[in-house]
T-cell receptor, first 113, second 116 residues
Framework: AQKITQTQPGMFVQEKEAVTLDCTYD???????LFWYKQPSSGEMIFLIY??????QNATEGRYSLNFQKARKSANLVISASQLGDSAMYFC??????????FGKGTHLIIQP | SAVISQKPSRDICQRGTSLTIQCQVD?????MFWYRQQPGQSLTLIAT?????????ESGFVIDKFPISRPNLTFSTLTVSNMSPEDSSIYLC?????????????FGPGTRLTVT
């Protein structure tokens, strides 16, 4: 069975600061993928970034980067230079095999001016 | 990335009735999934919609309650049957877009269901 743990229910960050959202995972699959999604108050799920378990380099997408530490089973999301529009729920998720995604409970990020 | 639409976007239904949610993708995709997000909760996978065969359901979800159809590679439906207030949730479909080096999953806008 797969499990995703997000230990930060909520975070307050000052605008323009960098943010790190924590995610740890557990799986017995040797091949897996890790995802981060943003869910604003409007409810849509916005794909941010993907990291494959065999990828040698950490994934980056614009202001988003994924700090992948395989031995520690962690896949933290880093948002550089945070903006007010970054305020939202953030979900870490995992995919193993041919299945859908297993999600963590999420972190509610609030960016303060 | 694939463009995904869902119908209806929201609905209010009476207990005991059924609602069918449609998911349409603008390109052919192999993998389609249905998720539920209960109020204030995370997303839970209901089932994988398989084209040409029965859906594969996750533990806690059964075909009689959540029948799924997948007639082709661009369309799927999820029916929520014999609804109760506990079924009030957002229901989302997602598709997998297998790029050259990654497996990205994209979500539809969701269907917000309220059961009274």
């Amino acid at each position: 069975a797969q499990k995703i743990t997000q230990t930060q229910p909520g975070m307050f960050v000052q605008e323009k600061e960098a943010v790190t959202l924590d995610c740890t995972y557990d799986t017995s699959d040797p091949s897996y993928g890790l995802f981060w999604y943003k869910q604003p108050s409007s409810g849509e799920m916005i794909f941010l970034i993907y990291q494959g378990s065999y990828d040698q380099q950490n994934a980056t997408e614009g202001r988003y980067s994924l700090n992948f530490q395989k031995a520690r089973k962690s896949a933290n999301l880093v948002i550089s230079a945070s903006q007010l529009g970054d305020s939202a729920m953030y979900f870490c998720a995992m995919r193993g095999g041919a299945d859908g995604l297993t999600f963590g409970k999420g972190t509610h990020l609030i960016i303060q001016p | 990335s694939a463009v995904i639409s869902q119908k209806p976007s929201r609905d209010i239904c009476q207990r005991g009735t059924s609602l069918t949610i449609q998911c349409q993708v603008d390109s052919q995709v192999t993998m389609m999934f249905w998720y539920r997000q209960q109020p204030g909760q995370s997303l839970t996978l209901i089932a994988t919609a398989n084209q040409g065969s029965e859906a594969t359901y996750e533990s806690g979800f059964v075909i009689d309650k959540f029948p799924i159809s997948r007639p082709n590679l661009t369309f799927s439906t999820l029916t929520v049957s014999n609804m109760s207030p506990e079924d009030s949730s957002i229901y989302l479909c997602s598709v997998e877009d297998q790029g050259l080096a990654s497996y990205e999953q994209y979500f539809g806008p969701g269907t917000r269901l309220t059961v009274t």
